[in-house]
């Protein structure tokens, strides 16, 4: 059985952590400077993603020497972080995006039948669009793997039922699709890791 692996996109078309060589090579492939590694766990991945690759070979040589010793990894504070909740599944959905450094509420959405990763997805594609508005190449958190591979594929793999109760969210999605479609960005969407850092900023403190 292959080992599972995660690999690092320090440079490249898009940065970011990927969980297959297929996504790896397309951010990196023919790129001119690529700066790229695999990693055999999540936690190592982030850890290196975060170091940036000029730490990563010191870093590696200092998560050797503490052993057993877990590095939690930086978090950019100037930056936006996204989520959602959702009532049912699929249920009343909203989402928001705030401020990381302060919290400060910078969006909201909902609420509207939906479900959890079709809010989490909204929500990183609206924070693109806002901060594509005002130029700014301000990273995005979500601690949804789900949302990020829609937004990477830019397409929402959702298996929602399209009715006269969903058919705003469904006009939302497609907007959202579109959207990614028709622009580009230079923002890094990273993934939020809750076992390391708790919970997102933007959750909503319903669990």
Known sequence: MATKKYYVVWNGRKTGIYESWAECEQQTKGYQGARFKSFLSLEEATNAFHAGY???SSQKKQNTANKGVSITPSV???SI???AA????PGMMEYQGVYTKTGEQLFHFGPVLGTNNIGEFLGIVHALALLKKDGKD???YSDSRTALSWVRNKKANTSLERNKNTEMVWEMIERAEKWLKEN???NKIL???TSLL???KADFGRK
Not at 86 to 89: L, Q, V
């Open 54 to 56: 000029t730490n990563t």
């Open 76 to 78: 950019e504070m100037d």
């Open 81 to 83: 972080s996204v989520d």
């Open 86 to 89: 959702c009532s049912g599944n």
């Open 138 to 140: 301000t990273t995005i």
């Open 184 to 186: 580009t960005y230079s």
């Open 191 to 193: 993934k939020w890791e």
């Open 198 to 200: 708790g919970e997102i």
